[in-house]
């Protein structure tokens, strides 16, 4: 089993775990190895901590490593399977309605428009403005396979 510190394009840290750095090197060029936090793809392996523990219920949890609040992911592609499945849910439950997101969501806070779950783009500004407005609003990063029509 291998660890590595991996890095995406916005610097998030996380851990991915494989069988062997052929592995890695697989996942990585086949773009199965994503960033959890944004769902990037532009990965890079950070050289190897120094001190890393390996076991699971480790009792220094108050290590200073530990406490950097690194995310460890003990399986990236059931990870990966789970963060797909949201997505999915999401897409099929949802009203694609694209730029205009913070129009209809006022629309239908304000019942104008009928009451149903809508994706879209919004601006951090159009996000912040919604929810003063007492419109609740999450961002979730759609992996690029779901966000292509579904088969
Ligand atoms: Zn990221």
């Avoid at 108050?62 to 950097?68: E, G, L, M, T």
Wanted: aromatic content about 6%; overall charge negative.
């Amino acid at each position: 089993m291998k660890v590595f510190n991996l890095c995406c394009r916005d610097e998030h840290r996380f851990e991915g775990w494989f069988g062997s750095s052929e592995e890695y090197d697989t996942q990585l060029a086949s773009g199965l190895l994503l960033c959890p936090i944004c769902g990037s793809d532009a990965i890079r392996k950070l050289p190897a901590a120094p001190h890393l523990s390996l076991s699971k219920d480790s009792s220094d949890a108050s290590s200073p490593d530990n406490a950097q609040g690194a995310e460890v992911i003990a399986n990236p592609s059931q990870a990966q399977a789970a963060w797909l499945r949201i997505a999915r849910h999401i897409v099929e439950n949802t009203d694609d309605v694209g730029e205009g997101f913070a129009e209809e969501a006022r629309r239908i806070h304000y019942q104008e428009a009928p009451t149903r779950g809508i994706r879209g783009v919004a601006s951090s500004a159009d996000r912040s403005e919604l929810e003063e407005e007492g419109i609740e609003v999450f961002s979730f990063p759609l992996p690029k396979a779901v966000k292509s029509p579904l088969q």
